[in-house]
């Protein structure tokens, strides 16, 4: 009897963590909205090489530019940024920093559930998949475009607010505040990485 009682509450316990899981809000596709995300941190260093000739004050300018980061497959990720020159610096050379930027490529990702109330973070495009629980255990990342050493743990806020927090070698490298609307129609990704002043803020509509 109490071997059958044992049983009948682990196979409830399974049941409930299988219900959880499956029906966590956050499981589904998403795809990111440009227009309603702002990706603020990007930053590029001009050699006094590539400076023109002509005298130029020390005060911020804007130069539109188009950069692509190389995808698996033969694709690309382009996305276009207006970058002002920091106060203090002169001409072209100097340090550079984004104050506006427009994704030119789709970008989309999957959650879907993992084990009884984890989730798997899926990004197809660049073969790369986070399976975490949420213990504050740091979990290996895995894909073939993954840096060895790569992990993320995480934790749940509320219903609607999970925290992912990235590392490599043990280092932390970036965190990330993960928001889903009130009508779970929105996923509200916001990155922080280290050693940046701005945050960059991912909009995602679910599909």
């Known amino acids: 009897m109490l071997k059958r009682i044992c049983w009948q509450l682990l196979f409830t316990c399974l049941v409930i963590g299988t219900s959880w899981a499956a ?9 990111l909205n440009p227009s309603r995300s702002k990706l603020s941190d990007a930053r590029r260093t001009a050699s006094p090489s590539s400076q023109r000739p002509g005298s130029f004050p020390k005060t911020a300018i804007r130069s539109p530019t188009t950069l692509r980061a190389p995808r698996p497959k033969g694709q690309s990720l382009a996305w276009t940024t207006c970058m ?21 490529s789709v970008f989309e990702f999957q959650i879907e559930p993992y084990e009884e109330d984890g989730l798997s973070f899926i990004n197809p495009a660049e073969q790369t998949t986070k399976n975490i629980k949420f213990d504050g255990k740091d979990y290996p990342g895995s894909g073939p475009n993954l840096p060895k050493g790569f992990t993320t743990s995480g934790h749940r806020v509320s219903a609607l607010t999970i925290q992912l927090t990235d590392k490599l070698a043990g280092k932390i490298v970036d965190t990330r505040q993960v928001d889903l609307s009130s009508d779970l129609k929105t996923l509200t990704m916001t990155v922080r990485t280290m050693n940046h002043n701005k945050p960059n803020i991912l909009v995602f509509e679910r599909e």
């Open 23 to 31: 029906d966590d809000p956050f499981v589904g596709k998403w795809r």
């Open 84 to 104: 002002n020159g920091l106060l203090g610096t002169a001409g072209f050379a100097g340090t550079w920093e984004s104050d506006s930027v427009q994704v030119n």
